[in-house]
């Protein structure tokens, strides 16, 4: 009856199936077993295990890390829902430390310090589903060519300002748009100019020997694969995006998300769902934020209901209202 | 003919996708509407409750909105004997009985079909897997599993599908109880066990 030979684990569909159901939903930042168990009790579809919140990563400066597996293996015992964990962007040893833990999704993220100023993990060659930061639609495609099954808009974490995971929604929207209506010879001089960035170490390369650039389509330039290669994946999933009018992967919003209707608009702005890093743990009552911020995203298109669940919530994290080092510069 | 999805949280544009290809390849005329509010749900012929979190989507529809809840309006369309389809999370929301992870979350369930569940039966998402397996009245169906939950004890419904020791697929009357998730199999055109669903309706 069953064929088990034909058993598979990791597809596409299944790591992009898992970030579908994660759709219309919060996914909370939480450092420890407790604040798990009130993201779950509030209605968190997913918990996100840090060793510390964006805003405590800012305050502190020196460099951010995976966090601590015995950590994230005391969240994941703790609760029910899908626990996921950052690793550095281009940290492969981190990201295959996170998967032998069982984590249910990582998340190569800026918000840590980035361990590859080249390159992003080559997400295909791993089990367990990806989720990425992006601030443009290069850098969204970018990722979604590595096999990331989910992108985020970077924002800013930490901040508690909403203002560029709006500025990162609005210009991956209107990019897709102009994307909609254009032919296809035009579609693959995009393809082959969001490819360029995977030539930044072959050109640096070639520039201090001081031989001249003579970059074709077979020049391998980011792991096995050559630059042809990526221009043609990049190109399809163009190509794709162009037919669904949307990313053909779940787009949440994050960074910068600090109350129940920064979460309702960032939802209006055609989210999926939302990342919810500082702002709750940095509240004054984070039960009763965690709730808030659940219903405002159900009902983000009734805002009598945005009003009410935001009553009386007390204090919001306080926030940056000027950025002094700027997260989403990393990895593009 | 208007079909239901209950659209507080998971994939519900893919079960809303799924079932308009079905209609069209069955030829019956009518809607898919997915919603979020009470109201909806008591004026249609079946609903669909979606793959998500069991623990988020319970809360929500368990949630009061003017003195009504959507569950309440699914369990008086099961009275009425009309068509319910639970995929994944659905199917844990549909059962009589959970086990100690439905427990110790308090998830409330509506308590359609006599099973008891186990949620992330087959492990974590690392463990999430696609199989084709035999569908009885379909035939072989490639079933995505994603952090699924298995039936572990069956009442008075029928067994429509296996894998390994698990019951995978129920049904009972015209409630229908999936681990798995067909919504997904749509995006590669194979509608069949929407059009199962959907043949129950008439």
């Excluded at chain 1, 995971?165 to 994307?179: D, G, K, P, T």
């Excluded at chain 1, 009410?308 to 926030?319: D, Q």
């Excluded at chain 2, 998971?10 to 019956?28: Q, S």
Aim: charged letters at 25%; one cysteine or more; a negative charge.
């Amino acid at each position: 009856m069953v064929e088990l030979e034909k058993l598979r684990f990791g597809t596409d569909l299944i790591k992009r199936g898992f970030a579908k159901m994660q759709k219309g939903g919060v996914i909370m930042d939480v450092t420890n077993a407790e604040q798990a168990q009130i993201a779950e009790d509030a209605g968190a579809v997913a918990v996100m295990a840090l060793h510390k919140v964006p805003a405590d990563i800012r305050a502190s400066g020196g460099v951010a890390r995976m966090a601590d597996p015995k950590k994230i293996q005391e969240i994941m015992d703790a609760v029910t829902i899908p626990v996921m964990a950052k690793c550095r962007i281009g940290h492969e040893a981190e990201a295959r430390a996170l998967e032998a833990i069982g984590v249910d999704m990582i998340d190569e993220s800026e918000v840590l310090t980035p361990a590859d100023v080249f390159f992003h993990i080559d997400k295909h060659k791993f089990t367990v589903p990806f989720v990425c930061g992006a601030r443009s639609l290069g850098e969204a495609v970018r990722r979604i060519w590595e096999g990331a099954a989910m992108i985020r808009t970077k924002g800013e974490a930490g901040t508690g300002n909403v203002v560029e995971a709006v500025r990162h929604m609005r210009l991956i929207n209107r990019a897709i748009e102009e994307i909609t209506s254009m032919p296809k010879e035009v579609l693959y001089s995009v393809a082959e100019k969001f490819a360029e960035s995977y030539c930044r170490l072959y050109n640096s390369i070639r520039e201090e020997l001081g031989v001249s650039n003579n970059l074709t389509p077979d020049t391998i330039v980011y792991e096995e694969y050559t630059f042809g290669e990526i221009v043609s994946g990049i190109y399809d999933i163009l190509l794709e995006i162009r037919e669904l009018g949307r990313l053909p992967v779940v787009n949440f919003s994050a960074g910068g998300i600090a109350t129940p209707a920064d979460a309702a608009f960032m939802m209006r702005l055609g989210a999926d769902g939302v990342f919810v890093g500082s702002g709750i743990f940095k509240s004054s009552n984070p039960p009763e934020y965690a709730r808030a911020i659940v219903e405002a995203v159900r009902h983000y298109d009734e805002p009598e209901i945005v009003a009410e669940v935001s009553k009386g919530l007390g204090e919001a994290m306080i926030g940056m209202g000027s950025i002094v080092e700027r997260l989403q510069e990393r990895g593009v | 003919m208007r079909v239901a999805v209950v659209g507080v949280q998971g994939d519900v544009e893919e079960h809303v996708f799924a079932t308009k290809l079905a209609m069209d390849r069955l030829g019956i005329e009518g809607e898919v509407v997915a919603t979020k509010k009470p109201g909806v749900v008591e004026k249609s012929d079946a609903v669909i409750i979606p793959g998500g979190e069991s623990t988020t989507i319970s809360k929500l529809i368990f949630r009061d909105v003017g003195g009504k809840t959507i569950a309440e309006e699914i369990i008086s369309l099961a009275e009425s004997d009309c068509a319910i389809m639970g995929t994944c999370a659905g199917l844990i929301l549909l059962s009589k009985r959970g086990d100690e992870q439905v427990e110790k979350t308090k998830t409330k369930l509506l308590e359609l079909l006599d099973i008891k569940v186990k949620r992330n039966a087959f492990g974590r998402q690392r463990e999430s897997f696609q199989v084709p397996i035999e569908f009885k009245g379909i035939g072989k169906v490639e079933a995505i599993f994603i952090r699924a939950p298995a039936i572990v004890e069956v009442g008075n419904v029928e067994v429509l599908a296996k894998f390994e020791n698990y019951v995978v697929a129920v049904r009972q009357k015209k409630i229908l109880g999936l681990a798995f998730h067909p919504e997904l199999s749509a995006e590669y055109g194979d509608t069949r066990v929407h059009e199962y669903f959907l043949k129950l309706i008439c």
